[in-house]
């Protein structure tokens, strides 16, 4: 199997890995960002094994993230090196940030279960986790929007795939530029974030076949 292949595969992968983590959470009550610090605490202290579960699941799934932007950047590198551009570079360092921001999102979930006893605790934990939770769009949209732009030029791409990836970039950088009012209100303005995620994920899977039908370039002497 080539490279290529293998990081396509990666891609859907990871979709698959995140669907999981959120089919566990979601239907257990997981809080949406917004809620008040009573419904976290109340949420994190009966669900120890819900958020376990899906945080297993988050490894593996960063694994996957990470391949999957290597496999387009190998896809993508040879034409932008021609050009003199480096979108896909723009791309993978949003895929690296986003990974690091989960990883701090999910470091306070698993805090937030073993602190449920103690209300100042989780009111100050909460409040972290949906700060970074949000603010995690701006990365997502580095990653869509350099993606997106690099496979279109290099032609990998068709152009509605890049229309897609760059709505969902629009969509989840509004949604961490309006970071406070989400955690306050949540509800009407949790759907502009929850909207680019979605299309994310549509965009990821797209993407990945992409690059299972992917064939490189031969090498030449």
Known sequence: MTFSRVCGFSGIGFVIMIVLGNAVLVPAG???????????AAFFGTQQGAVALSSALTPAAWVLATLFGAGAVAALW???RERGEAWSLVGFAGLILQNSAFAGVIALRLALAEAAHDGSAVEALWALEEALF??????LAVALTGLSIGGARAGLTP????????????LNFASATLTPLVMEHGQLYGLVG???WLLWAAWLVGYGVILIRHEPRPVTA
Do not use: D, I
Not at 30 to 40: F, I, K, S, V, Y
Not at 134 to 139: D, E, M, P, V, W
């Open 30 to 40: 997981l809080p949406l960002t917004g809620a008040a610090p009573r419904e976290a």
């Open 78 to 80: 040879p034409v932008e």
């Open 134 to 139: 949000t603010l995690n769009g701006t990365f």
């Open 159 to 170: 152009r509605w795939h890049a229309g897609l990836g760059l709505l969902s970039a629009a």
């Open 194 to 196: 929850l909207s680019g």
